[in-house]
């Protein structure tokens, strides 16, 4: 992956106060808060399968992007 937060898997650097550099703050930052979300609601569970891990996950990152109509979650696994 990336070594650094300003370069994409291009490691094109990103320019500062960008629209994608302030997408990827965005989603960085929900994708952090449905983590500590799901870990502080769930730690109570032992263990859990991949799939189940991952609908449970979709939930939490639905409700942190629920507010932008352009983001959607989808949990199904093939």
């Known amino acids: 992956m990336c070594a ?9 650097p990103i320019q500062r106060g960008s629209t994608l550099q302030k997408a990827l703050i ?4 929900g994708v952090k808060k449905a983590t500590e979300k799901l870990l502080n609601s ?3 569970v032992v263990s859990v ?11 939490y990152l639905t409700k942190e992007f629920e507010e932008y109509s352009i983001m959607s979650v989808d949990s199904l696994l093939t």
């Open 49 to 59: 399968n991949g799939k189940t891990f991952l609908e449970k996950f979709s939930r």
């Open 26 to 29: 965005m989603l960085k930052r």
């Open 4 to 12: 650094d937060e300003n370069t994409i898997m291009s490691e094109k």
């Open 42 to 44: 769930e730690k109570h």
